[in-house]
């Protein structure tokens, strides 16, 4: 299985977007906070446990990126706004637009779909442009 995450596409004030290939489909689109944004590169990705901010009672499986240089806990997780990621790859079904940000949505459907998808797998790599 091969993951393509192509975030070349639109410059953001404080969001970076990107498609999601995997095998060479689209398959989701991704959001991430610009002022974090992991670099550029090839990454293996583990199952580790999200445990999402202090109080909330969110802890579920998701993808880890290994070997992120600079970074600790890089994960592909549920997140509609780029407030939600420091450096995490958000993931969802659509790009939408408030008053102020864009924003994706669908993020739990995308989630439970991406990680059905990759249910076989024990490892993922990834590669990020």
Known sequence: MKLLLDRN???????????LFIDGIPRFVTLENKHTLIPAGTYKAVKDTHYGLPGDQDNYIVWELQNV??????????????RNSRGCQLIGKQFSLDSQYPY??????????????????????????
């Open 69 to 82: 240089p600079g970074f600790t806990q890089v994960q592909i997780h549920i997140g509609n706004h780029w």
């Open 9 to 19: 596409r639109v410059e953001l004030p404080n969001e970076t977007v990107g498609v």
């Open 104 to 129: 994706i949505s669908l993020s739990g459907v995308a989630f439970e779909e991406f990680m059905e998808i990759t249910s076989g797998e024990t490892e993922l790599e990834i590669t990020i442009q």
